[in-house]
């Protein structure tokens, strides 16, 4: 799963992915959260932009971003066939760049144990995402994403089942339908020992600023 993650300066290194466009505001804290405006790059007729969004799906038959249940998360398994997220898996996908995120792990009655995963080779990834424009009553667009998810590696399992997709930068055209079909191959966990597990360790109490 992924409820929580982290932007860092040092990720607007690998916004390299974006090739046109004005690329906005990215945004930079270490406790991004659900609901916050996040930054998410798409493919365009023009190239690839760096758009903000809204972390949580807005599927369009919702009256409202509040209408129904918070979709910050799509499972790979499912995304296909799921009717919020099926034309988006098709048409709609984008990369949000990251340098990792907050797990917690469950240990019962003892409560949970929270975990920093990064890329145990340094520097940023990148999560595969959707997304997708809701059209307000008073015509407003607003946009809004969510982060794949697989099942995890047998390293991470005992953390939690699910962890977010990462998109290699050698398939982010794939992943961005730039390269043609086959985008469904790359929703997997990376290799065991691709993250870094830091344990006791959750988000500051901070805020989110834009770069």
Known sequence: MCGRFAVSPAVVENIAVVEVGNPGALQIGADIRPTTDISAVVATGAGRMLHPMRWG????WYAGPNDGPLLINARAET????PAFRAACRQRRCLIPTSG???WQSLGRQGKRPYWLQPAHGGA???AGIWQDWRGADG???HSCAIVTCAASEDLAHIHHRLPVIIEPSNHALWLGEAGRG???LMH??????????PDRGPPVSSPRLL
């Open 125 to 127: 990834a990148t999560f």
């Open 101 to 103: 995120f907050y797990e």
């Open 140 to 142: 407003a667009v607003h």
């Open 57 to 60: 799906f807005v599927p369009d």
């Open 189 to 198: 966990a990376q290799p065991q020992g691709w993250w870094q597990a830091e």
């Open 79 to 82: 995304i296909a066939t799921k």
């Open 183 to 185: 985008a469904a191959t």
